[in-house]
């Protein structure tokens, strides 16, 4: 009897396998029928992949629907706008796509045909992980205090909450409950050491960058509110690093032409469903990092909640046999998920209010609403532009009156109102484009942010890392 055949993972390459969440499978698969004695060929077509489709060429811009919900008053604004239409106009080439939509916030977010912050893409079975973008699931909570003193709301959240990279110390975590660490563990983008230890570790910590915990006033019954924003934070850049090197193995092999930042799993490929499953997963977690730093806030403080509810706007949607991909922006219809209100939080700045409002599923605006009040410039053009003016200056300028807390201690001028779009034009878009009605305002009191932090490379624990 012959030595039954060698199998490793070069030689499925070679008969054509793509590594990913499948790949191990089809190893396994390989290795027993050898070990039963099949010949190569035998096994070769046992474990066949299906066959590739002919490889799909970039479609013409002009024959894909693109609505611009984006005005421009000011000279940075023209070429902000310019660029955003520009960047969209070849994304919207990539075989998938059918429709596009770019909102009063959008701004680019880097090399030409990469989703801009503010720009909803709708692709036919396809989910593309650089359309969500690493901070997979960013999103907003709010809880309704009730009549609680603000200032007391802040003291506590400063001693609940945490910024920068890595994860909590030993001792200071959240508890991670089993059964969503279950669900990691049965999933085969999520089932790894590294993800599990991180989905513990990060829980309760809200990164850097423009992520910050709020507190106000709304205007309607005068309650005090806490509002956060972050998103899934190390276990969904962890799932973004791996659903993008399955994107470009399909890339490769279905649309060459297509730009990387733009490659598609098939939704529905095995790897496919699995990563449309782990991103379920990855937005429970955050709603329970959200949660957990709301809830402990609240207790804290020995507060009874009036209401508490979220939404996300670095996601990706499924309706109507499309999958809608929306960076930085915010779905607008009350049935997106089961856990939608129908309601949305638009944050602005610092020293603006955060509008409560419900979204109106406008059809140019594909079903979203905006996210925020976006960038006309990038964060090193508005440092360049403050000239002289020192950091301490420039905060006590256009916060006056405000308790900013910068958790790293340093000032981070690039979050300051004056590196964001004017709050009241965004306002006025929102209503000229019917975008959204607007319910409340939960007016400025104070916030909390991560600062200018230094890389961790320096200090070893709190850094300036963007997740």
């Known amino acids: 009897m012959s030595a039954p055949v060698e199998i490793d993972g070069k030689i499925l390459i070679e008969w054509g396998h793509t590594p990913g969440p499948a790949f191990g499978a089809a190893l396994e698969q390989a290795r027993a029928l050898a070990a039963e004695g099949r010949d ?37 604004e023209a070429l902000n706008r310019e660029r955003v239409i520009e960047t969209m106009r070849t994304l919207v080439r990539t075989p998938t796509v059918a429709a596009a939509a770019i909102m009063p916030d959008a701004c680019p977010a880097g090399p030409l045909g990469t989703i801009p912050v503010g720009g909803i893409v709708s692709t036919r079975n396809a989910i593309h992980p650089g359309m969500h973008s690493p901070d997979i699931c960013c999103s907003v909570m709010m809880t309704d205090l009730g009549m609680v003193d603000p200032a007391a709301v802040l003291d506590a959240a400063s001693g609940v909450t ?18 969503l660490l279950d669900a990691f563990r049965a999933n085969p983008f999520l089932n ?18 423009n992520h910050f915990l709020f507190v106000g006033r709304s205007r309607a019954p005068g309650h005090t509110a806490i509002v956060t924003h972050h998103g899934s934070r190390g276990p969904g850049a962890q799932l973004y690093r791996a ?6 193995h399909w890339r490769r092999r279905l649309s060459p032409e297509t730009l990387r930042q733009n490659a598609w799993i098939p ?25 957990a730093i709301h809830q402990a806030v609240t207790e804290s403080l020995r507060a009874t909640p009036a209401e508490r509810f979220w939404n996300e706007h670095n996601f990706v949607f499924e309706r109507d046999g499309l999958y809608h991909h929306g960076k930085g922006a915010t779905p607008a219809w009350g049935s997106y998920a089961s856990d939608a209100t129908g309601k949305v939080l638009i944050p602005l700045n610092m020293a603006e209010p ?41 905060l006590a ?45 939960i007016d400025p009191v104070g916030c909390i942010m991560a600062g200018d932090m230094a890389p961790p490379w320096l200090n070893g624990h709190r850094s300036g890392r963007r997740n």
């Not at 790894?192 to 960058?209: E, F, I, P, V, Y």
């Not at 659903?243 to 470009?248: L, Q, T």
């Not at 609403?369 to 020192?390: F, K």
């Open 40 to 76: 190569e060929a035998a096994i070769r077509a046992a474990v066949a992949p299906a066959p590739l489709p002919p490889k799909l060429p970039l479609q013409d811009a002009d024959t894909i629907p693109l609505h611009v919900s984006l005005d421009a008053e000011t000279p940075d």
């Open 243 to 248: 659903g993008v090197e399955v994107a470009e």
């Open 354 to 394: 955060v509008l409560v409002a419900r979204g109106r599923d406008a059809g140019h605006a594909l079903g979203f609403a905006p996210h925020g009040a976006g960038r006309n410039m990038s964060r090193t053009e508005h440092r360049r532009r403050m000239g002289d003016t020192t950091p301490e200056a420039l």
């Open 192 to 209: 790894h050491q590294k993800m599990l230890h991180t989905a513990q570790s990060h829980m309760g910590t809200q990164g850097d960058g």
């Open 397 to 441: 300028a256009e916060t006056q009156g405000l308790d900013v807390r910068f958790f790293g201690g340093k000032i981070d001028v690039s979050e300051l109102p004056s590196s964001y779009k004017r709050a009241a034009s965004v306002v006025e878009q929102i209503g000229r484009y019917d975008l959204a009605d607007i319910e409340d305002y």
């Open 162 to 179: 945490h910024f920068g990279a890595g994860g909590r110390d030993q001792g200071r975590r959240f508890t991670l409950s089993l059964d």
């Open 267 to 291: 939704a529905d490929s095995d790897e496919g469903r699995d990563y449309w499953e782990a991103l379920q997963i990855i937005r429970r977690w955050t709603k329970a990092n959200h949660n």
